[in-house]
C-alpha cells in the first residue's frame, strides 16, 4: 500500500550514520521534509546524489529537513550495511542524516519501492509529492525538477503542480 497525496505521514525512529538518531517527531518545526529511500550501491542513487545533496544543502537554509533512508536488506546487500553507509556518508559529505531501516517497515508504510524515491511532506507532515527527483540520470539533460518544484510550492503554501512522478531507480531489496 502506497501513500496517497494527502495523507499523513507515518512516523518513524531510526538510527544515523553518525550515531544520532532520525525521526519525523523531531523535524515538528520544519516547514516542509523530504524523506527519500536511498542506498549506497544503486547507480540510480549514484547519479542523483550530488544532485540530491545540493537540493539538501539549498532548503535547509529554508527550514527544510531532510533524511535519506536505506532500508536494503543487507545480508544479501552488504555493500548497504549500516558500516558500509557510514563510509559512504562520509565520504560524500552528505548534509542530510543517513538512517538505517533493518526492519524494512518505514519504506513499507510509505509505500516505497525504488532507490532513490522521495517523499515531500507538508507543514501538517501530510504528502504533497512522491517520486523522482528530476526527469533525468544525466545532470546535463534535466528539463524538469520535480522535487525542487514541490519543495518550492510547499514552502509558498501551495500544492504541487505535479504532485506524483514514477521514480526511477534500483527496487528495495526485500529481506526474505
Known amino acids: 500500500m502506497s501513500l496517497a497525496i494527502g495523507d499523513p505521514a507515518p512516523g518513524f525512529r531510526l538510527p544515523t550514520t553518525t550515531g544520532g538518531e532520525a525521526s519525523l517527531a523531531a523535524m515538528a518545526a520544519a516547514p516542509a521534509v523530504v524523506v ?16 540530491f545533496d545540493a537540493i539538501a544543502r539549498e532548503y535547509a537554509d529554508h527550514g527544510v529537513a531532510t533524511v535519506a533512508i536505506c532500508a536494503n536488506d543487507a545480508v544479501s546487500h552488504p555493500g548497504d550495511s549500516f558500516e558500509a553507509m557510514a563510509a559512504r556518508a562520509a565520504e560524500q559529505g552528505y548534509a542530510f542524516p543517513y538512517a538505517r531501516d533493518d526492519s524494512q517497515e518505514v519504506p513499507r508504510a510509505y509505500g516505497a519501492e525504488r532507490t532513490p524515491e522521495v517523499f515531500v511532506l507538508d ?14 540520470t544525466d545532470p546535463d539533460a534535466v528539463t524538469v525538477h520535480h522535487l525542487r518544484d514541490a519543495l518550492d510550492a510547499v514552502l509558498a503554501g501551495e500544492a504541487p503542480e505535479r504532485a506524483e512522478t514514477p521514480p526511477v531507480g534500483c527496487t528495495i531489496k526485500w529481506a526474505r
Not at 527519500?36 to 544532485?51: D, G, S
Not at 507543514?123 to 533525468?136: F, K, M, N, P, Q
Open 36 to 51: 527519500a529511500f536511498w542506498c549506497n550501491h544503486c547507480p540510480y542513487v549514484r547519479a542523483w546524489e550530488e544532485r
Open 123 to 136: 507543514r501538517e507532515r501530510r504528502l504533497a509529492y512522491h517520486g523522482a527527483i528530476d526527469d533525468s
